[in-house]
């Protein structure tokens, strides 16, 4: 890449992002559906609803953090890797805010056939993340960007063993 290049500015964030909350929003539709009902378990009401509320609060703290606090744009710009901040939690933490905040919307319309949804978001993610961000960055980055990913996670945010 020549200087005037850069890392894509969104990378798979709007497919990523669309598809995830569009699978949300017919989730939760479907979710309120009387064929749905067995689905609808009243003594997890409460714990569902906290669940869900509290995966959303930390799913806006990390996009928070990466979109205003990491300043993730300037290193795309610059082809720097950011690894500092919520960074250093998680690899990826724009998309896992997605799959967080989706997951407890799911969780907080309280329909139980609908919270494996989770595996689905994880998985997409993984998939478009490895074919796609993971490539771009080994190549502009190279041995730092492989070190980076041996210590810190792609999707769920923690600090890998030994780190």
């Given amino acids: 890449m020549n200087n005037k290049e850069h890392l894509p500015m969104y990378g798979i964030g709007p497919i990523y992002g669309g598809v995830s909350i569009a699978v949300t929003v017919a989730a939760v539709i479907l979710g309120q559906q009387e064929f749905s009902e067995a689905g609808k378990i009243a003594i997890l009401k409460i714990p569902s609803l906290i669940i869900g509320i509290l995966l959303i609060v930390f799913g806006v703290y990390l996009w928070y953090s990466a979109v205003f606090r990491a ?45 494996p ?37 792609r999707c769920i945010p923690w600090k890998k063993k030994g780190n």
């Fill in 117 to 153: 949804l989770f595996f689905f978001y994880w998985s997409f993610m993984t998939v478009l993340v490895i074919n796609t961000e993971e490539k771009w960055l080994e190549d502009v980055c190279g041995e730092e960007y492989i070190e980076y990913k041996k210590s810190v996670n």
């Fill in 71 to 115: 300043k993730v744009d300037n290193g795309i710009m610059q082809n720097k890797l950011v690894t500092t901040g919520v960074y250093g939690i998680v690899r990826n933490p724009i998309y896992s805010a997605f799959m967080l905040f989706c997951t407890g919307a799911l969780f907080i319309s309280g329909n139980v056939f609908f919270y």
